[in-house]
């Protein structure tokens, strides 16, 4: 498995900053490169959250005034680059869906055997713009925040995501009793 889609059922859940812990993780081990893409279209949060002020970005790519090279970031981390989206791009689902979006996955996957490509997707019960992306990819992370679905959203997400190789769970934001930790 070379992609790697990280989703979530609803906002807020911690997806983003999963697969950006991910990536440098990743991206640290001997022999492995790490593409992080931000394909969460509709709030796309990647670039900002890693402070990156990048000029050209998926925006640039989409509109055919960029090439691939031209939007890829490094962030200063050995090992990882970023393809961010700097703005909000209009009719999402159908832009993930299009042929363009397909040929870039392939590229990106391709291009490196050493590579491992991150895509940060949009929650799933939000829009169907992971569900269009997800046949591309060939596995999931589902972020789940502690508390913050019902057992109704749960059981959607994973009736969505039943088609898909789904990798893990990572269960976001637990607070624990640092004492529960200690021996007596």
Known sequence: ??????????????????????????????????????????????????????????????????????????????????LPTNKPVAKAS?????KNIQNLITELRERYDSRIVIIDLPPILTADDAMVLLPQVDCVLLVVSNGMNTESEMDETMRLLSKANLLGVVLNRIEDDPKSYYYD
């Open 1 to 82: 498995w070379r992609t790697l889609a990280i989703v979530s059922p609803t906002p807020e859940s911690g997806k983003t900053v999963v697969s950006i812990n991910l990536a440098i993780s990743i991206s640290q081990q001997p022999q492995k490169t790490v593409v992080l893409v931000d394909f969460d279209l509709r709030k796309p949060r990647v670039a900002s959250y890693l402070g990156l002020k990048s000029v050209k970005s998926i925006n640039d790519l989409l509109a055919g005034s960029a090439e691939l090279s031209d939007v890829m970031v490094n962030p200063g981390i050995p090992g990882l680059t970023v």
């Open 94 to 98: 159908e832009t993930l869906s299009s």
